[in-house]
C-alpha cells in the first residue's frame, strides 16, 4: 500500500521548505516532521501559508491546554497488557506520536475548522505552558523495501484498525517495523476491541470532542484565504479525520496498556 497524499521526503527538502521542516521541528517539539507537512509541501504555497497560520497558536500553547482537557476526558479501549521488556525504540515511538499526534489533532483541527468556516462564536480558549516533547531518537520510516515482506503485510494489517477506509498509512507503524515482534502482540490486542467495536466507538466519541475543541480554537486563527483553499482543506482532513483521528486513540491505549502513559 501506498500513501494516496504525494509528500516531499524531508531529506530531500531545500530551500524555503527546508527551513520550514526545521522551523517545525523546533516549534512543535519532535524529531521528524508529521506527514500532513510533507504533504502540504507538494501544494504551491501551501506549506508557507498553512505553517504560518498555525504557529501562533502552537507558540501560545493553545493545543497544549487543549491537549490537557481532552486527556482528562478521552475514551481509551482496553486493550490487553503490552508490559514487558521491548527495545527502547518502541517507546521511544510512541512517546513522540502520542505526543505530536494530540498537539497536532487541535491544531490542524483548527485550521479544517477555519477553512470550512466552522469556527464556533465562543471566544478562543487561552493557551497555556507547553507540554514537554519526548526528547527521544526515533529509528528510520521503514518502507516496503526495508522490511519483510511478513512485517510488511502486518503493517498494512494494523493499518485497518479504526479506520476501514485506510486512506493513509500511519506512520507511527511504520517507524514500529523495525519492531515486528511488538507489532505481533500490538495486533493480537487490537483484535479484541476491533472485533467488540469498543476501538471505533472510542475513535468516534475521542475525534466529536476533539472537533469541538478545534471548533473553538479555530477563532485564535487569523489570516487571509488562500487560492488553494481547498487542496489544503481536503489533504489537512484526511489526516484530521483519519490517520491522525484514529491513531491519538490507538496509540494512547497502547502506552496505558504498556503502563507507560503519564
Known sequence: ?????????????????????????????VRVVNLVW??????????????????PLYLAGMPDEAARDFRKTMV??????????????????????????TINLFALGALVAWLRGEATEAVAPAGGPRLSAPDVTLPPLASET???PRTWALVLRLNRFGDSRQLIL?????????????????????????AD???????????????????????????????SADRIETGVAAFVDHAIGKMVTVCRAIRVARGTAL
Open 38 to 55: 510533507r504533504h502540504l509541501a507538494t501544494i504551491e504555497g501551501a506549506l508557507p501559508w498553512a505553517w504560518s497560520a498555525v504557529k
Open 197 to 227: 467495536g469498543s476501538l471505533d466507538r472510542a475513535i468516534a466519541d475521542n475525534r466529536a470532542a476533539a472537533r469541538q475543541a478545534a471548533r473553538a480554537l479555530a477563532r485564535a486563527i487569523s489570516a487571509t484565504r488562500p487560492a
Open 146 to 148: 526495508d522490511v519483510s
Open 170 to 194: 500511519a506512520s507511527m507503524y511504520r517507524h514500529l517495523a523495525h519492531s515486528p515482534a511488538f507489532l505481533g502482540k500490538v495486533e493480537a490486542v487490537l483484535q479484541s476491541v476491533q
Open 76 to 101: 481509551i479501549p482496553q486493550l490487553a497488557t503490552l508490559a514487558g521488556d521491548q527495545p527502547a525504540s518502541v517507546d521511544a515511538v510512541l512517546a513522540s506520536y502520542d505526543h505530536s499526534n
Open 1 to 29: 500500500m501506498n500513501d494516496p497524499f504525494p509528500a516531499v521526503v524531508e531529506a530531500s527538502a531545500t530551500g524555503e521548505i527546508a527551513d520550514l521542516f526545521a522551523d517545525i521541528r523546533a516549534t512543535v517539539g
